[in-house]
């Protein structure tokens, strides 16, 4: 059993469409659990319209519902997800002043009895650094940060400084004793054959090396406004961008 974080300190990276397609792809072959923990709930509205009215994330941290009413199917076989929604803002706040508890271990308490039950959990993480990140961490085997070419250069490059935050932070982690050491790896997303984007190719390979995940995302957005606007361009075999995904689902499992 895996556990994959999608992380980035910097939002508009793809980090959901990421996250999302992973967990399809990988539901395939295997038994998959998506974990959305941003209270903006981008993951869970692509799988469920009425995902507000749903038990997730934030009751089972609560330990106000138990994981059968937290732990929903999905209209995939093999996929099974935990919805977020709004109210993970209050609980954030309330780990913020909890006096009661390693705030920090929260969702590993809640993960551990059900981690048997799949060979992948995937979490879709909100673009900050707080104590849900650090609950993420605890938990993940592997974090995947997205990148994406958004500046003419490395300096002004938000995604870049989004990427070195959330490095600083597996680091700092680390460092504190929090987790022992920690997997990661970069993903290239939104890329197409512009000079920007050659350059932070070029960047990230030579600085990061066998970190750099091989498969790039391709800018493409088509596929993804197309039909139920649901993301899973991974279904869609015949677009180059359903394509990558499936190329970056096969990579994953290379790494397991």
Same mark, same amino acid.
């Given at each position: 059993m895996k556990t994959i974080s999608?992380?980035?300190?910097?939002?508009g990276c793809s980090k959901t469409t990421t996250s999302i397609n992973i967990a399809v792809g990988l539901a395939k072959n295997n038994k998959v659990l998506l974990i959305d923990l941003d209270p903006q709930g981008n993951s869970s509205k692509r799988f469920f319209t009425n995902y507000l009215e749903l038990d997730g !994330?934030?009751?089972?941290?609560?330990?106000?519902?138990?994981?059968?009413?937290?732990?929903?199917?999905?209209?995939? &076989?093999?996929?099974?997800?935990? #919805?977020?929604?709004?109210?993970? $803002?209050?609980?954030? /706040?309330?780990?913020?002043?909890?006096?009661?508890?390693?705030?920090?271990?929260?969702?590993?308490?809640?993960?551990? #009895?059900? /981690?048997?039950?799949? &060979?992948?959990?995937?979490?879709?993480?909100?673009? &900050?650094?707080?104590?849900? !990140?650090?609950?993420? %961490?605890?938990?993940? =085997?592997?974090?995947?940060?997205?990148?994406?070419p958004d500046a003419d250069s490395i300096e002004l490059s938000d995604s870049i400084e989004g990427m070195n935050l959330t490095l600083a932070n597996i680091k700092e982690a680390i460092e504190e004793g929090e !987790?022992?050491?920690?997997? $990661?790896? !970069?993903?290239?997303?939104? +890329?197409?054959? +512009?000079?920007?984007?050659?350059? $932070?190719?070029?960047?990230?390979?030579? =600085?990061?090396?066998?970190?750099? %995940?091989?498969?790039?995302?391709?800018?493409?957005?088509?596929?993804i406004k197309n039909k139920d606007r649901s993301g899973f361009v991974i279904e869609k075999d015949d677009t180059r961008i359903g394509q990558n995904y499936q190329l970056l689902v096969d990579e994953i499992r290379s790494l397991s």
């Open positions: 999608l992380m980035s300190a910097k939002g !994330i934030c009751e089972l941290l609560r330990k106000e519902k138990s994981n059968e009413e937290c732990i929903h199917h999905t209209q995939f &076989d093999n996929l099974d997800i935990i #919805p977020s929604k709004r109210n993970l $803002f209050v609980l954030k /706040k309330e780990m913020l002043y909890a006096s009661h508890g390693i705030q920090q271990l929260r969702l590993k308490n809640v993960l551990d #009895p059900i /981690k048997k039950d799949y &060979d992948y959990i995937i979490i879709d993480n909100h673009p &900050d650094i707080d104590l849900l !990140i650090s609950n993420a %961490l605890l938990c993940s =085997d592997m974090v995947i940060i997205p990148v994406n !987790i022992g050491g920690m997997d $990661f790896r !970069i993903l290239l997303t939104m +890329t197409d054959n +512009t000079k920007a984007s050659r350059m $932070f190719e070029e960047y990230l390979r030579s =600085d990061y090396g066998e970190y750099v %995940l091989q498969t790039n995302i391709n800018y493409q957005s088509a596929p």
